[in-house]
Each structure stands twice: as C-alpha cells, then as structure tokens.
C-alpha cells in the first residue's frame, strides 16, 4: 500500500526532500566535524565525541502565558509493524507550504523519528475550540491511500515538549455476516489535552471522544460526502485544553507511563525471577556439592601416594587425572577463539554499562533515542576492551599472528552487523520508511568505527601484546597428544550444546517476553533492577553448567575443552533465535517484507551477542575451574 503512497506522492515530496535534506544535513554534518575534531585531538576531544553522539537531556522548558508550543509531527505506520514507519506528511493531510524539520540526535534518527514543523497553533495555557486547521480537497487516489491506511491501523506520532502524543488516523467497524456492513472513516477533529504546572508542561494527549468521523466508504460516505470525481473535500479542525497538574516536572515521566494508549502488560514479574533464582540454587548446589564431593573423592585417590610420579600414577589409571600433560595444549584457530572471547568481554562490558546507566535514571520516555545513542558510545569506547583481552590471551597461547588477530577481533562483529543493517536499510529505503538512514547518518556512523572504534581496538590489541605474561599451566604438556577413546553419545557435542543452551535460556525466558515486548512492540522497560538480577542469574547459570560438562567431558579422557566450552554454553543464542520465531508467531501481529526483514535480521545478531557473552563466561569458568583441579593434585 505505501508503495503507491510513496509514487502518488513523489512529486510533493520533491521540494520538501530537498529541503529536508539540506536542513537535516547541516545538523548530520555538523556532528560529523564534531566526531571528527573529537578522534583529531587526545582525550578531551574524546569527549566531545560523546556529547555529539549522546542526545539531548531534555530539561524543562519554561514557558510564559500565551508563548507558542510547537506541536511536531513525527512518523505514522501499522499499529501492529512498530519499525515500518514513514514521515507523516506522506500521508494526503494538512500541511505548511514550507515543511521545517526539526534537528534529531542520533539516537533519534536511528529511531526512526523525522520530526517536522505542523500548522497546529497551540499556546501556552490558551484554550482553542473548533480552530479550523486547512480545508482539503482530496482526490480519489488519495481517498483511497487514506482508506488502506486506516485499514491497516494506521496511527500517528506527534511530538509536544519531547512528549509523544499518539492518535489513530481513522476509525474502521467491521459487523454482521449477512448483511456484512464495513464502515472506514477519518478523524478529522482532535482534541488535545496538555497538563501543566506552573511554567512547564506535564503531559499531553489527543482525543476523538464525542467526534463522528469523516466516511470513506468506497462509492460515497453518506451525509452529502461521496467520493465523485471532483474529490471529496474535508475540513481539518482542532481544540485545546490545558489542565493544571500537581504533579512537578521531575516526576512527569511517571504520567506518560500510566498512560494507556498502548497495551499495559510490564509489571513485577515475580514469577520469572522465582524461577531463575531456584534454577540457580539448584546448579550452584550441583556443582558446589555434588562435584566437589566427586573431586574430593578424585583427589584422595589421585595423591595416594605421595612420592610417586605422574607417569606412575598413569599406570592403571583412568579419568581426568591421567590427561594433565594433554589437557592444556592449545586449540585449533586459536586465533578466532581469542577474537571470540575479546569481543565477548566487550559486551559484557556494554550490557553492563548500558544497565548501570538505566538505573542512574539516564534513559526515560521523554528522551527518544537515548539507549541508541549510549549503545552506540559505548561499543565504540569499549572496543579497547575487546583488543585488549584478545590480543592477550592470543599472545599468552603463543599466537604469532597479532596483528590478523586484532583486525579479527574488530571485524568479528562489525561485519555481521553492517551486513545486516544494509540489507535491512535496503529495504526500508526501497519502501520508503523513515527507518532508512540518511547518508549523513551513515557517515557519522562509519566515521565513529574508523576513527574510534578502530582505533582503541588496535590501541587496546598492543597494550593486551604487550602487557601479556606467561600461560599459566599447572602441567606440563607432552609433545605427542594422547588418543582419545570412543566416547558415548551423551558425551558429544550436540548433547552439550543442548544441555549448556538450554538451562541458561530456561532462566531467562520468562523475562524474554518481556524484553521483546519493548524491542518489538510498545511497552516501555522499566524494571532495571530486576533486570540487573536476571543478567547476574543469566551469567552464574552459563558458568555453573559451564563447569559441570567440562568436568563430563575430562572424565571421559577427552581434553578437547577449550572451543567445546565456548560453544556449549554459547548455544543459548540458538534458543534465544528460536523463541524470536515463536515470539514472531505467536506472541506479536507483525507481518510484512520491511518488519519481518528487520525483525529477523537483527534477532539474529542478538543470538550472535549472547553466544559471544555467554561463550566469554562459559570458557572463563572452566579455565578457571580446570587450572583448579590440576592445581591441587600432587604432580612432582
């Protein structure tokens, strides 16, 4: 349906494109020299860097009696496809003959916001009734494109004082099977409602209570508006008025939380946590008891004799013991597994940073785009971390290579990320949505990973070479490597991978729902401390199972754990890309080309995250946990 919107309305939108991108591009290009001086100077410059990417806090906005209040228009799109957006003046609607946009954050234009300047003449404690806004004299063509849209559940987006304000389009009943009667009508008067104390505004809404809509049926409307070839002409009208609130500017986030355009479904989920801590309890007490009982019982008999050797203690011998000279040869493409775990590292530096920043209250409703922006930030600050870590485990398994290593680790998740951004963009610059980045946008981006995230990768890489001592073995490790005996199918990978992938996924599934419900839908989060609680739970269940299949798998005499660990537990990201399918399925109305693209697209690059974190803390537990063991055996 857009597709004919977009053609039907190319030739209006020629002047307004232009204008929008020059406007628009004085403000991308202006925070493009921005990031430029931020990467030509030393840390001060580096700073500048951030407050140019970071948006804008939003302080309160006085105002006096009678001052104007720009009331911005935003985006519209399909209730139920919350990323397939398109600026609202692509719809046939009331318009000023000079569209002035307004200048976004970052954040804001990776949102999909494209706000713009309306005719709506709003001030400042003034009640307006009945203001005629523009008369239109519509097309059929045009009746048409506003009947698919609202037929599609079309609703709108405006913007007061950083307040989104959210209305439908129109009004559709569908009733009766014989006669079946399908009624399709446009709101064409709304009520806004502003909240107020003192100089600022509160809140704001919009309302169509008591308004009859304007009838779009197909072959006439009724009332003397049928749709004829000379068009059908409506006229837009508007009322404000402004209520006085007790609730203080500080606190007015709180009111647009209560509010209910959207579906209400985020509360204190109990429940999810009760489940993930017992399920923590519970592998905490496995490993913590029942292993350690097991080793205990492995070590007495292990240093029985405790001036023999360990080629001696091989005679007769059988299980985890008997591998200690094999047990810490180093893996195969160990340059890869370095990168993994660098890049890991990072994002757990980043999911961390971005959760603390949460919960010191930096990201509310009234700022659009700020988890964006921070998220963008931060993975270009902590790419240092992910150099670092790599290149020095790289060098502590005697790794040659460092410099292949470090362009690996910087391109370990780049690649995969720009790829699906282009194809992703690709089709929302071919449908014509407000989600396809501007190229300015595109620059700053690209420009922030060259000039930044680059950088302090290869910064991070020969500082980690450098700084990087010795592997610490307990063991020594025998030039030939031992054969490994037939192990049985409990034992093989695919087993592990189930166990390792699903038992961290069981503890967060319940909290999933509602992380995908404010990705993908409407709900605002904002239960950081519980969520704080399930990442903590989250990553103790990857260590504890971690520890127990390795435990498994030397028993059965095979010393093949570093990349085994990894992926055991990393496969919790093939369980969280299978519940986005069910999520997709059963728990959303999305559907169409552009949301389904964007949907998986990006599903899958967060699978690919969790691997790499849950791959990180799985490989450093049982690292930790086998230089333990062997640590405590008697090996002379």
Known sequence: MMQRLVKADAERRDSEESEEASETGVVMTARLECSGLCVAGRSMRLCVLVLCLLPHFGWAVSYKQGDPVILYVNKVGPYHNPQETYHYYTLPVCRPKEVRHKALSLGEVLDGDRMAESLYNIHFKENTERQTLCKLTLSEKEVDQLREAIEELYYFEFVLDDIPIWGFVGYMEESGFLPHSHKVGLWTHLDFNIEYNGDSVIFANVSVKDVKPEPLEEGGGGAGHGVSSGGLTVTHTYSVRWFESTL?????????????????????????????????????????????????????????????????????????????????????????????????????????????????GMFNVHRHGAINSAAIVLYALTSCVSGYCSCSFYTQIQGQRW??????????????????????????????????????????????????????????????????????????????????????????????????????????????????????????????????????????????????????????????????????????????????????????????????????????????????????????????????????????
């Open 248 to 360: 203080p500017h500080s606190r007015r986030a709180e009111r647009l939380r209560d509010y209910s355009f959207f579906p209400k479904t985020l509360e204190i989920h109990w429940l999810s946590i009760i489940n993930s801590l017992v399920l923590v309890v519970l592998l905490l007490g496995f490993v913590i008891i029942i292993l350690m009982r097991v080793l205990k019982n492995d070590f007495a008999r292990y240093n029985v004799e405790e001036d023999g050797s360990c080629d001696d203690l091989d005679q007769g011998d059988n299980g985890w013991k008997i591998i200690h000279t094999d047990v810490f040869r180093f893996p195969p493409y160990k340059s890869l597994l370095c990168a993994v775990l660098g890049v890991g590292a990072q994002f757990l530096t980043l999911a961390t940073g971005i959760i603390v920043m949460a919960l010191l």
């Open 403 to 636: 410099v292949w290593n470090i362009i690996l680790t910087s391109a370990l998740f780049s690649a995969p990320l720009f790829f699906t951004w282009s194809v992703v963009n690709s089709v929302h610059w071919w449908s014509g949505s407000t989600q396809a980045l501007p190229a300015t946008t595109v620059l700053l981006l690209l420009g922030a990973w060259v000039l930044v995230g680059f950088p302090l990768t290869v910064i991070g890489g020969i500082v980690g070479k450098n700084r990087a001592g010795n592997f610490q073995a307990p063991c020594r490790t025998r030039n030939i490597p031992r054969q490994i005996p037939q192990q049985p199918w409990y034992k093989h990978m695919a087993v592990h991978m189930a166990i390792g992938g699903f038992l961290p996924f069981s503890a967060i599934s319940v909290e999933l729902y509602y992380i995908f419900a404010t990705a993908w839908g409407r709900e605002h989060y904002t239960l950081y401390g519980i969520l704080l609680c399930v990442f903590a739970i989250l990553l103790s269940v990857g260590a504890c199972i971690s520890v127990a299949l390795t435990y498994f798998l030397l028993s059965g005499e095979d010393y093949r754990w570093w990349w085994r660990s990894v992926l055991s537990t990393g496969s919790t990201g093939i369980f969280i890309f299978v519940y986005s399918l069910f999520y997709y399925h059963n728990r959303s109305n999305m559907s169409g080309l552009v949301q389904s693209v964007e949907f998986f697209g990006y599903s899958l690059l967060t699978a690919f995250v969790f691997s790499l974190m849950l791959g990180t803390v799985s490989f450093w537990a049982s690292l930790a946990f086998i230089r333990y063991i062997y640590r405590s055996l008697k090996m002379d």
